[in-house]
Protein backbone atom coordinates (compact mmCIF):
# COMPACT_ATOMS: atom_id res chain seq x y z
CA UNK A 1 0.00 0.00 0.00
CA UNK A 2 1.45 3.30 -1.29
CA UNK A 3 0.05 6.56 0.71
CA UNK A 4 -0.51 9.28 -2.01
CA UNK A 5 -0.10 12.82 -0.02
CA UNK A 6 -0.92 16.12 -2.13
CA UNK A 7 0.65 17.10 -5.03
CA UNK A 8 2.50 20.49 -3.29
CA UNK A 9 3.57 18.19 -0.64
CA UNK A 10 6.42 16.12 -2.77
CA UNK A 11 8.80 14.76 -2.69
CA UNK A 12 7.99 13.53 0.44
CA UNK A 13 9.13 9.80 2.70
CA UNK A 14 4.96 8.90 2.59
CA UNK A 15 5.28 8.54 -1.46
CA UNK A 16 7.33 5.33 -1.01
CA UNK A 17 6.28 2.21 -0.61
CA UNK A 18 5.66 0.92 3.10
CA UNK A 19 8.61 -1.76 2.90
CA UNK A 20 11.25 1.06 2.13
CA UNK A 21 9.69 3.09 4.53
CA UNK A 22 10.45 0.53 7.09
CA UNK A 23 13.93 -0.13 6.20
CA UNK A 24 14.38 3.64 6.07
CA UNK A 25 13.10 3.61 9.69
CA UNK A 26 14.71 0.82 11.12
CA UNK A 27 18.11 2.06 9.81
CA UNK A 28 18.03 4.66 12.47
CA UNK A 29 19.15 5.76 15.99
CA UNK A 30 16.86 6.22 18.38
CA UNK A 31 16.47 9.96 18.48
CA UNK A 32 16.19 10.21 14.46
CA UNK A 33 13.42 7.15 14.80
CA UNK A 34 11.64 8.89 17.73
CA UNK A 35 11.54 12.19 15.92
CA UNK A 36 10.06 10.09 12.16
CA UNK A 37 7.94 8.71 14.80
CA UNK A 38 6.00 11.68 16.04
CA UNK A 39 5.39 13.44 12.38
CA UNK A 40 2.55 11.85 11.26
CA UNK A 41 -0.01 9.51 12.04
CA UNK A 42 1.11 6.60 9.82
CA UNK A 43 4.98 6.74 11.09
CA UNK A 44 3.72 6.48 14.38
CA UNK A 45 2.15 3.31 13.69
CA UNK A 46 5.01 2.14 11.53
CA UNK A 47 8.62 2.91 13.44
CA UNK A 48 9.50 0.69 16.33
CA UNK A 49 11.30 2.60 19.07
CA UNK A 50 11.07 -0.27 21.46
CA UNK A 51 13.39 -1.35 24.41
CA UNK A 52 16.13 -3.37 21.69
CA UNK A 53 16.63 0.47 19.44
CA UNK A 54 16.70 2.11 23.29
CA UNK A 55 19.48 -0.08 24.64
CA UNK A 56 20.84 -0.05 21.05
CA UNK A 57 21.51 3.76 21.30
CA UNK A 58 22.92 3.50 24.63
CA UNK A 59 25.52 1.36 23.59
CA UNK A 60 26.61 2.78 20.89
CA UNK A 61 27.06 6.01 23.36
CA UNK A 62 29.25 3.51 25.67
CA UNK A 63 31.34 2.47 22.16
CA UNK A 64 31.49 6.10 21.01
CA UNK A 65 33.20 7.02 24.69
CA UNK A 66 30.43 9.49 25.32
CA UNK A 67 28.36 10.07 28.37
CA UNK A 68 25.84 7.13 29.22
CA UNK A 69 22.80 7.17 31.92
CA UNK A 70 24.19 7.33 35.68
CA UNK A 71 20.32 6.41 36.68
CA UNK A 72 18.53 3.46 35.84
CA UNK A 73 16.54 4.16 32.99
CA UNK A 74 12.74 3.42 32.26
CA UNK A 75 12.97 1.44 28.95
CA UNK A 76 9.07 1.00 28.92
CA UNK A 77 7.72 3.47 26.90
CA UNK A 78 9.08 6.62 24.92
CA UNK A 79 7.77 8.90 27.45
CA UNK A 80 8.97 7.41 30.82
CA UNK A 81 12.52 6.81 28.65
CA UNK A 82 12.48 10.44 28.12
CA UNK A 83 11.58 11.65 31.26
CA UNK A 84 15.04 11.21 32.29
CA UNK A 85 16.57 14.45 32.65
CA UNK A 86 20.36 12.59 31.52
CA UNK A 87 18.61 11.26 28.81
CA UNK A 88 16.92 14.50 27.69
CA UNK A 89 20.25 16.21 27.73
CA UNK A 90 22.45 13.78 25.88
CA UNK A 91 19.27 14.27 22.92
CA UNK A 92 19.53 17.83 23.23
CA UNK A 93 23.42 17.71 23.14
CA UNK A 94 23.12 15.75 20.31
CA UNK A 95 20.54 18.17 18.48
CA UNK A 96 23.18 20.71 18.86
CA UNK A 97 26.22 19.06 17.66
CA UNK A 98 27.70 19.20 20.96
CA UNK A 99 28.78 15.95 21.34
CA UNK A 100 30.76 15.94 17.97
CA UNK A 101 34.27 15.68 18.96
CA UNK A 102 36.86 17.48 16.70
CA UNK A 103 35.32 17.85 13.11
CA UNK A 104 34.92 14.20 13.07
CA UNK A 105 30.23 14.40 13.38
CA UNK A 106 28.94 12.30 15.81
CA UNK A 107 25.29 13.05 14.11
CA UNK A 108 25.86 11.53 10.76
CA UNK A 109 29.05 9.29 10.78
CA UNK A 110 31.13 9.75 7.93
CA UNK A 111 30.92 13.62 7.94
CA UNK A 112 32.91 16.78 8.73
CA UNK A 113 30.39 18.50 12.03
CA UNK A 114 29.70 22.29 10.75
CA UNK A 115 28.03 22.01 14.05
CA UNK A 116 24.45 24.71 14.79
CA UNK A 117 25.82 28.28 14.61
CA UNK A 118 22.25 29.44 16.28
CA UNK A 119 21.54 31.83 18.95
CA UNK A 120 20.54 29.30 21.49
CA UNK A 121 19.62 29.15 25.79
CA UNK A 122 22.22 27.86 27.51
CA UNK A 123 25.14 28.21 25.33
CA UNK A 124 29.03 26.86 26.51
CA UNK A 125 31.42 27.94 29.23
CA UNK A 126 33.61 29.05 26.36
CA UNK A 127 30.51 31.34 24.88
CA UNK A 128 29.12 33.06 28.32
CA UNK A 129 32.93 33.81 28.86
CA UNK A 130 33.28 36.01 25.51
CA UNK A 131 29.76 37.63 26.26
CA UNK A 132 31.48 38.75 29.58
CA UNK A 133 34.42 40.00 28.37
CA UNK A 134 32.78 41.50 25.07
CA UNK A 135 30.55 43.79 27.89
CA UNK A 136 33.31 44.23 30.46
CA UNK A 137 35.70 45.50 27.62
CA UNK A 138 32.69 47.91 26.46
CA UNK A 139 31.95 49.28 29.91
CA UNK A 140 35.48 49.76 29.90
CA UNK A 141 35.88 51.82 26.95
CA UNK A 142 33.35 53.55 28.13
CA UNK A 143 34.68 54.70 31.35
CA UNK A 144 37.84 55.37 29.68
CA UNK A 145 36.62 57.96 27.09
CA UNK A 146 33.95 59.46 29.55
CA UNK A 147 36.42 60.63 31.94
CA UNK A 148 37.06 63.71 29.86
CA UNK A 149 33.55 65.34 31.13
CA UNK A 150 31.99 66.17 27.66
CA UNK A 151 29.15 63.47 27.15
CA UNK A 152 30.11 60.91 29.62
CA UNK A 153 26.73 59.65 29.38
CA UNK A 154 26.54 58.95 25.55
CA UNK A 155 30.19 57.99 25.31
CA UNK A 156 29.41 55.26 28.20
CA UNK A 157 26.22 54.19 25.93
CA UNK A 158 27.89 54.00 22.77
CA UNK A 159 30.70 51.43 24.12
CA UNK A 160 28.46 49.40 25.86
CA UNK A 161 26.49 48.70 22.85
CA UNK A 162 30.06 47.93 21.23
CA UNK A 163 30.90 45.41 23.62
CA UNK A 164 27.20 44.20 23.49
CA UNK A 165 28.02 43.68 19.93
CA UNK A 166 31.14 42.19 20.18
CA UNK A 167 29.60 39.82 22.66
CA UNK A 168 27.17 38.70 19.84
CA UNK A 169 29.79 38.44 17.43
CA UNK A 170 31.45 36.19 19.71
CA UNK A 171 28.66 33.92 19.94
CA UNK A 172 28.10 33.77 16.45
CA UNK A 173 31.59 33.17 15.63
CA UNK A 174 32.46 30.76 18.59
CA UNK A 175 35.79 32.45 18.86
CA UNK A 176 38.30 32.06 22.20
Not at 20 to 47: G, N, W
Not at 70 to 88: M, N, P, V, Y
Request: some cysteine; charged content about 25%; glycine content about 10%.
Amino acid sequence: MVIRPNADLLPSLLILPVELQLQISTSLPYPDALSLKHTCRHFYELVDTGVRLKVTWLLDHKTSKLDIPKQKCILKTDQAFCSSREIRGFMERRRWHQECKGRVCAVVEGKKCQGRRVWRRGGTVREWKLAVFGMVFGVLLGVLFGMDGEGSTWTLLMCGLVGVSLALLGFWLRIL
